[in-house]
T-cell receptor, first 114, second 116 residues
Framework: NAGVTQTPKFQVLKTGQSMTLQCAQD?????MYWYRQDPGMGLRLIYY???????DKGEVPNGYNVSRLNKREFSLRLESAAPSQTSVYFC?????????????FGAGTRLSVL | AQKITQTQPGMFVQEKEAVTLDCTYD???????LFWYKQPSSGEMIFLIY??????QNATEGRYSLNFQKARKSANLVISASQLGDSAMYFC?????????????FGKGTRLSVIA
């Protein structure tokens, strides 16, 4: 029962470096999401993908790019990391459609940009 | 635009007592879903309970219940018989249905501390 798997769990970057956060789900879900969590701000949506081949911006997309590689995988890329991107990043997935369709989360990636 | 408001940054409750965590929401979509998640200090997001806007009864899941007052646009989480393990951050979230495949939008959370 892997669910949603995120790698890495921890990362430290220097300002200007790039990196890709990986996310994979094994629940055959259509939709996948990237959120960031900052103290006192709750979870804010960066990008999402309603289905394979589509991506849409969320509330805070600046400085990020995403790729929906296939149905299972949705990656988040920071091209030139900034200290303001220090945060905890969560990937999530769910089945498309109305109703309960619970959104499941990965364990998170704690990123520090120095 | 949808919006979730959690007005209590922090709450304390005595062990074995009940506690209510407040959540109000704003949407013009008549069809929506409301969710509560728990985030313990370990960091994972744990789904607790769901309420659909057309559900006639308040949702319950074990010691968790959702006090859904549609006219007041509130969806408060009630935890009965609090346990030390209930100490965590709690997030209220909403998804609109008729607007398409909209993602969950979260409130800022309430930190609950259970005191022995």
């Amino acid at each position: 029962n892997a669910g949603v798997t995120q790698t890495p769990k921890f990362q430290v970057l220097k300002t200007g470096q790039s990196m890709t956060l990986q996310c994979a789900q094994d629940m055959n879900h259509n939709s996948m999401y990237w959120y960031r969590q900052d103290p006192g701000m709750g979870l804010r949506l960066i990008y999402y993908s309603a289905s394979e081949g589509t991506t849409d911006k969320g509330e805070v997309p600046n400085g990020y790019n995403v790729s929906r590689l296939n149905k299972r995988e949705f990656s988040l890329r920071l091209e030139s990391a900034a200290p303001s991107q220090t945060s905890v990043y969560f990937c999530a997935s769910r089945l498309h459609g109305p109703g309960k369709n619970i959104q499941y989360f990965g364990a998170g990636t704690r990123l520090s940009v120095l | 635009a949808q919006k979730i408001t959690q007005t209590q940054p922090g709450m304390f409750v005595q062990e074995k007592e009940a506690v209510t965590l407040d959540c109000t929401y704003d949407t013009s979509d008549p069809s929506y879903g409301l969710f509560w998640y728990k985030q313990p200090s370990s960091g994972e997001m744990i789904f607790l309970i769901y309420q659909g806007s057309y559900d006639q009864q308040n949702a319950t899941e074990g010691r968790y219940s959702l006090n859904f007052q549609k006219a007041r646009k509130s969806a408060n989480l009630v935890i009965s018989a609090s346990q030390l393990g209930d100490s965590a951050m709690y997030f209220c979230a909403m998804r609109e249905v008729n607007s398409g495949n909209t993602p969950l939008v979260f409130g800022k959370g309430t930190r609950l501390s259970v005191i022995a």
